[in-house]
């Protein structure tokens, strides 16, 4: 392979990110380039040379020229992907490569047997990514140069990731469960494993448990009920179609089953997921319900704060087309919301106080007060709507990226002890250590230091003098006007910080950044991490 390396170069055609909507499809004859598909965001199926793949976010998808995508169609969600295309030519290239050189970038091929696998690292090649479509952008040769490094380094990183992947795939664990994910809805004999993987029964099931937390049985109806799941959202099924597609021959078996499991019948199931939901509240609840696969008909909005037409967040903006905005900025008005014809409503308390305008002949509401971590929200709606099992993998998931982005920012977090602040006009917000999402995320979850003298909750208001008198290391700026920061900037006192005199004041982008929900607190620790990961100079 390392042969062929040097006597071969390749050439980036096109690197763009694309985003399709629930329900799309599509149909490629042939592949014409090489490719490196990434998915950043939603889940999808591919077939390629007639074998089909399931592709969620994380995947990674390589793609060599004269592969045949029969279809790629996803159904439970919108799809967010980047594609890089690039082409072989000669070492010694000629007239008409050298043109293409002077617009695209110098790349790697990557000779693997792995079409699709998962990348650990996900917010690291987001950052990568990113930073390569950013540098494509300019047309300047300086950019040209840093474009070849940056592409580089990408392909080695992807190399990294297949060959880890590889490893993985190779064990015979890892050949049944291939095994199972591709035949489990056939009827399955999960006693013909062991022989599959040529170990013993009793050794396998024990390889199996440590791989999978699970024993074969239940990763087989795990994986049955999780598709069982999103047929009865998004098809026209009947209980028995699903349940025969899954492979179950007996309705009544399944029912059990998915009542046992998901705490209500798979048609009650399928009836809440057609329910229309109003979200009447100050936070996003709705990014709860859509990481459930719920869609509400109408939720709360910002048009003032956020930069979109809809005035919900960026990560939120697409997902939420056809959802009516609710401008959260003003007192709602009941008939509002019931003019829409909601089958339920999920309102909230706010600070302990139920809110003041009266709500006469409502459908069923579903009230409740303030809670400390997102998570305690996320159960609490998946209770009201009896989706706890759907809950817990989302917060299981949401761990995993956790852990994932701690990693990654570890040569960043080690550095020095951190204070958050926020500036509003003239005044200078202090974060404290605990008891607000915000710095749950940070000092807990993504593993930045706090200044020890910082032991305050939530946060202190006008905490510009406790601000000198503390005087930190580094600083982070979070949810900040630019006009409202260049003013702070101007201040003497300010400049004097040792955090500002050593360049130690860290300004993101932040506007978007909501941890309070999955999928906020899942963008915001893609946009964080891919921002120390560049300040740092390792993006």
Known sequence: MLSQHKRMSYFLVSLKKHSWRAGFGLRVPQV?????CYVAEGCAAITINGEKNEINSGTAVLLTPGMRIEALAGNTGPLVFYVLQYVEAAL?????????????????????????FSISLQATLLSRLEDLA????KQDYASFLRGQLLFYELLSFIHTERLQHAEKRIGPVEATLAYMQKNYREPLDVGILPRVAQMTPSSYCRAFKRATGMTPSEYLTHLR????????????????????SVGFSDELYFSRLFKKREGLPPYIYMKQAGQRVAVVSKLFLQDHLLAMGIQPIVAP???SYYTTKSGFPQYLHQRLRGTKALNAEQTV???????LSPDVIVRMN????????????????LLFNDYLHWDEYQMNIATMFQKESVAEEIIRHIDTVEKQAKDALKFVTRKGRWTILRVLGDEVRMYGVYGHALTDLFYHKLGFQPDPRVTHASYKADAFSELLALDPERIILIWSEKSHVAALEQNPLWRELRAVRENQV?????????????????????????????AAGHG
């Open 32 to 36: 014409p380039t090489h490719a490196l």
């Open 301 to 303: 909005s910002f048009p």
């Open 225 to 244: 009920m999780k598709q069982a799941k999103e047929l009865l959202v998004s098809s026209h099924y009947s209980v028995k179609d699903v349940a025969r």
């Open 350 to 365: 706010v600070q302990g106080r139920e809110d003041a305008v009266e709500w006469k002949q409502t459908p069923q509401t």
């Open 333 to 339: 008005d009941p008939q509002e919301i019931l003019s």
């Open 506 to 534: 860290y300004y993101p982008d932040s506007r978007d950044w909501d941890p309070w929900g999955p999928l906020g607190r899942e963008y915001m620790i893609q946009k964080s991490t891919s921002f120390f990961l560049r």
């Open 92 to 116: 010694q290239p000629s007239n008409q490569v050298v043109e293409i050189m002077k617009t695209s970038l110098l790349a790697a091929d990557l000779q693997t047997d792995s079409t699709a």
């Open 134 to 137: 950013a540098t494509v952008s």
